[in-house]
């Protein structure tokens, strides 16, 4: 097993009143799953993804990742962990504005202290794999949402992490360029990575191998 | 690693040119300013320390606990170098030096020079190099000569003139004087500054008179042996002191009158190096340069003040922009970056702009450094930038200005939490009470400047407009030292030929000090003038009761003596014409007051009137002759003046001097110091104002939205002003309550150094209120304008 949420519950004091973003939130998440998190705005599903990527805690429960107990980690710990195993894609691609494509793409080794020969080669892989070779030296706002996205892919994808956490990530793009990205999470999926989107997509999440309803804050597994 | 944060550092500067270019500009001016005040501070603490065995140096001086010398003196005369040194084992030698005047002969030209008449060891002690000639000998013979290189060349044309004579005057003619060494140019930061010395000569008998003890007029210098405690040589000296002087000042006290004389100044020793920056006892006499602390330490408040004014610019912009950072900290953070790697790269921003900010402040003051040195009176150069210490010195401010400025918007930028910056959830926390209380700080420290400028500038134009009590205007001045009644009289006839000239007054050069015995046997001391009968009228001083000098009254000439009202005032007559004032012994010294003089300011403003006499005493001679002239023609009538003045005094040099502009003169430091306070005011208000306007831009920037739906909402242009102007007026009017009270306090506490000082009222604070809150509002209005006139479906699209 990848990961294990049990009994998460996550809430906010406001004007003396607990409001609850997550209230006992179960999940259970195989290695190779292809899961697609839905339900109406303001259900938490973003919070449950931040939580599973250690992005944000929670106020109660038992979190397991890779049989290390997430709840019971410090911060650093914590942070090791997500930067070891998860990559992030965002509906905002979030890529840094001052630095190019390739540069982009190359930051998450910088922090790895990989040397420099084999950055260049990675980096180098990834571009070949996603066909922007040629766009290696723009800066994002010179590119399109899609190819922007892309970026934020390749980006994730670049320290082989067993988990790649998307948050809406066609959010932003028109339907052509959402099927394009979809396929290559679907193709990812198939190469053994592990993969949990949020979407508002019944047709995105078909993609998926299992989909998980939220409302309020729980979860209804269909 | 460090490649990729220069990379995202340098185009960060290069998309956003402004906030970078307030940024830099901001430091370079603070670190400029920090720069050159180092520059000077380090020359005001570095004086005469060149010399080789400095520590062991010292100047003989005493204090006088009565009389009219009271006070700390830092004279001596020819006694104490020689009885000193032989009687005290540790004193190895001394050296006296004297500042003289001499005139030369350049070809046909006579030409005044200022040489120190010093003892012919004055090698041994001081590190003064010689170029040419033996410095052990050169003193050793009478009418030898040691020149500088400056001065060989302005006589000889070159510098190895060793053998060459000089023509010297003496008496009435020239004698021939032999160059013995040349030395290279006196250091700037030297007390000794000499172009010529000449052996000092000792009257014959002198040694042997114990009266001379108490004839003080020369810098005595002792060195000592190494490691020794000064308070031990101090007892011996004053021993030795005491039991030659005893007698003799017992003596003086009972023929003169005066108790005063029986009690004995203490002599002690001051260090060398404590000399320039000693305000009680100066280098003066021949030493040059003496220093005010207090110009060190108000340069280096303002040096801090627009430093720290430029680092809180600095922290309170980088935090303030830090939201459009928050979204690349937040993906530093998510794909790998943890806090330490985030401050060093933040950290390494600031340094950069600290670097570019450091290179432009070289440059700065670079541009600046001669204005300063005349401002300053300093011959600083930029080279001075290679002596080590400084250089350690500007490395350190680098560094400090770099961690100041980087080191809190490092750490607070570090912190953000990515769930947070990239959900666009963000918002600066809390009510930001760091950046406003700095944004207060600051401007207190502008508007307390402003205030000091205002103040200074007062009281500046208020010295210059006062009332002197006389007329100085259209009065030249021509020296003549020495300069008999007779000789006075053929130079007036001369003058007075011309219609142009008006009046001729003659008197002693400078201004003397003496004592007087009044009532019977009060002594008391004052100023005193020998002049002629033409000097009240032709400066146009009041006589307020009795007669000016009249050459009708036979006994006018040597002894009748006119005093001024302060003069009244302290001898406590009521009726003061017909009292009488003993200046000397016997008859001869007996003098009657015959008129009164309205006070007036004879010596500069910074000292009260002070008791004043007059006596027109033929035997007595005049130092220089005040010639009123007629206003128009002026360059013609100077030009007779002197073609007159040659005629009469075929050997002496020529030289005329404006009485007003020599007055003014007097006020040349507080010029100075209104000048430079004034640039450190308007330094530090810019310096905050661009501080200010880029805060603007930001808070600006993160209320489009606001303002946005304000508009739509129907609010004016003025609304939208008034919003965001007022949080920021209300951080300046807050300072602008604590500066108030604090300049009020320390312009108070500077003024009272001046006897005649301007009333400071609510005015001077409300006019600097004004100013500063237009400025503010100013600065602040610019860019609200902007976006109070822009359309607001733009902000609101942007979400």
């Known amino acids: 097993m990848l990961l294990e949420l049990k009994n998460i519950y996550k809430w906010v004091n406001s004007g003396g009143r607990r409001f609850y973003l997550l209230k006992d939130a179960h999940l259970q998440v195989e290695e190779g799953e292809f899961i697609s998190i839905m339900g109406p705005s303001g259900s938490g599903k973003s919070t449950l993804l931040n939580v599973i990527g250690m992005l944000d805690d929670f106020n109660e429960g038992e979190y397991n990742f890779l049989d290390e107990p997430v709840h019971q980690l410090k911060e650093k710990h914590k942070a090791n962990l997500y930067k070891e195993y998860i990559g992030f894609v965002f509906q905002a691609y979030h890529l840094i504005d001052e630095l190019t494509v390739y540069e982009n793409i190359e930051t998450p080794l910088l922090y790895k202290k990989i040397s420099g020969s084999e950055r260049k080669a990675l980096v180098a892989d990834m571009l070949d794999r996603f066909n922007i070779v040629g766009k290696k030296d723009l800066f994002p706002s010179q590119l399109s949402g899609g190819q922007q996205q892309l970026v934020g892919i390749a980006r994730a994808l670049i320290t082989k992490p067993k988990l790649i956490l998307a948050d809406e990530p066609t959010g932003n793009l028109n339907s052509k360029q959402g099927e394009e990205i979809m396929e290559l999470f679907k193709q990812l999926n198939e190469e053994g990575v592990t993969i949990i989107q949020v979407t508002h997509s019944e047709k995105n999440a078909e993609y998926g191998s299992r989909i998980i309803n939220l409302l309020d804050g729980t979860v209804i597994e269909k | ?799």
């Open chain 2, 1 to 799: 690693m460090f490649k990729n944060y220069f990379k995202i550092a340098w185009r960060n500067i290069l998309r956003s040119k402004g906030y970078a270019f307030i940024n830099i500009l901001g430091l370079s001016l603070g670190l400029a300013c920090a720069m050159l005040i180092m520059l000077y501070v380090k020359d005001e603490v570095s004086y005469d320390k060149f010399h080789s065995n400095v520590d062991d140096i010292y100047r003989v001086v005493s204090e006088y606990s009565s009389g009219m010398l009271q006070g700390k003196n830092p004279n001596t005369g020819y006694l104490q170098g020689p009885y000193f040194s032989e009687n005290t084992p540790e004193i190895n030698e001394f050296v006296r030096i004297q500042g003289a005047s001499k005139d030369f002969k350049l070809g046909t030209d006579v030409v005044p020079e200022q040489p120190l008449n010093v003892d012919p060891n004055f090698f041994s002690m001081f590190s003064f190099p010689v170029l040419y000639g033996n410095p052990e000998t050169c003193l050793q013979q009478p009418k030898s000569v040691v020149i500088s290189e400056d001065l060989a060349i302005k006589y000889f044309g070159k510098t190895s003139v060793v053998g060459e004579t000089l023509m010297v005057k003496e008496g009435e003619d020239f004698e021939p004087y032999a160059v013995t060494a040349v030395t290279k140019r006196c250091p700037q930061n030297s007390s000794i500054k000499f172009d010529i010395l000449l052996p000092m000569t000792v009257p014959e008998g002198t040694l042997a008179n114990n009266e001379n003890w108490f004839s003080i007029f020369l810098n005595t210098f002792v060195s000592v042996k190494p490691n020794v405690k000064v308070e031990s040589v101090n007892n011996t000296i004053q021993n030795i002191f005491v039991s030659q002087a005893k007698e003799t000042a017992n003596m003086f006290a009972e023929k003169y009158g005066d108790k005063n004389f029986a009690i004995l100044p203490t002599y002690s020793l001051q260090p060398f190096t404590d000399m320039h920056l000693n305000k009680e006892l100066p280098a003066q006499n021949g030493l040059r340069d003496g220093s005010n602390p207090m110009y060190s330490y108000i340069l280096s408040a303002i040096a801090l003040f627009v430093l720290l004014i430029a680092c809180i610019n600095f922290v309170n912009l980088t935090v303030a922009r830090s939201v459009r950072r928050s979204k690349e900290i937040g993906i530093r953070k998510v794909v790998g970056g943890d806090r330490k790697q985030l401050i060093v790269q933040f950290l390494g921003e600031s340094f950069l702009l600290c670097f570019m900010a450091f290179a432009l402040a070289v440059l700065l003051v670079q541009l600046i450094l001669p204005v300063f040195n005349d401002l300053s009176n300093k011959v600083l150069a930029i080279s001075y930038l290679f002596d080590t210490k400084l250089l350690l010195g500007f490395v350190t401010l680098f560094i400090v200005t770099t961690l100041l400025a980087g080191f809190y918007p490092a750490l607070i930028l570090s912190k953000y939490k990515p769930v947070d910056t990239l959900y666009s959830r963000f918002v600066l926390k809390g009510k930001n009470y760091l950046q406003k209380s700095l944004v207060v700080l600051q401007f207190t420290l502008a508007s307390f400047l402003i205030v000091g400028t205002f103040v200074i500038y007062k009281q500046f134009s208020f010295l210059t407009n006062y009332d002197l009590g006389y007329d100085d205007s259209n009065i030249v001045e021509v020296q003549k030292y020495g300069m008999t009644t007779d000789q006075f009289s053929l130079f007036k006839s001369k003058l007075m030929s011309n219609p142009n000239i008006v009046e001729v007054a003659g008197k002693n050069a400078g201004y003397m000090g003496t004592s007087g015995v009044v009532n019977g046997d009060e002594r008391f001391g004052f100023a005193y003038e020998n002049v002629s009968e033409s000097y009240i009228p032709t400066l146009n001083i009041n006589v307020v009761s009795g007669r000016n000098f009249s050459s009708l009254y036979a006994s006018d000439a040597a002894h009748s003596a006119l005093v001024n009202e302060s003069f009244v005032k302290k001898a406590g007559w009521q009726n003061p014409l017909g009292q009488i004032v003993k200046l000397g012994t016997g008859e001869d010294g007996k003098y009657t007051v015959i008129g009164v003089v309205k006070d007036y300011h004879f010596s500069s403003l910074n000292q009260l009137i002070q008791p004043q006499l007059f006596t027109m005493h033929p035997d007595n001679s005049f130092g220089k002759a005040l010639i009123k002239i007629k206003p128009g023609n002026v360059s013609e009538t100077l030009s007779f003046i002197e073609s007159a003045f040659k005629e009469t005094f075929p050997l002496t040099p020529y030289n005329h001097t404006f009485m007003d502009e020599v007055n003014k003169r007097n006020y040349q430091a507080e010029a100075k110091w209104k000048q430079i306070v004034l640039f450190g005011a308007v330094l530090t208000i810019f310096i905050s104002c661009i501080g200010l306007f880029g805060l603007t831009v930001l808070s600006v920037e993160k209320r489009a939205k606001e303002i946005g739906i304000r508009k739509v909402l129907g609010a004016s242009v003025n609304n939208i002003l008034g919003i965001v102007s007022r949080d920021f007026i209300k951080l300046v009017s807050i300072a602008l309550v604590i500066a108030m009270p604090l300049g009020w306090l320390v312009a108070n506490k500077w003024l009272e150094s001046y006897p005649y000082r301007i009333m400071f009222g609510w005015q001077i604070f409300v006019s600097v209120m004004v100013l500063v809150i237009l400025v503010a509002l100013l600065t602040v209005s610019f860019q609200a304008l902007k976006v109070a006139l822009a359309n607001p479906v733009k902000s609101l699209r942007t979400e």
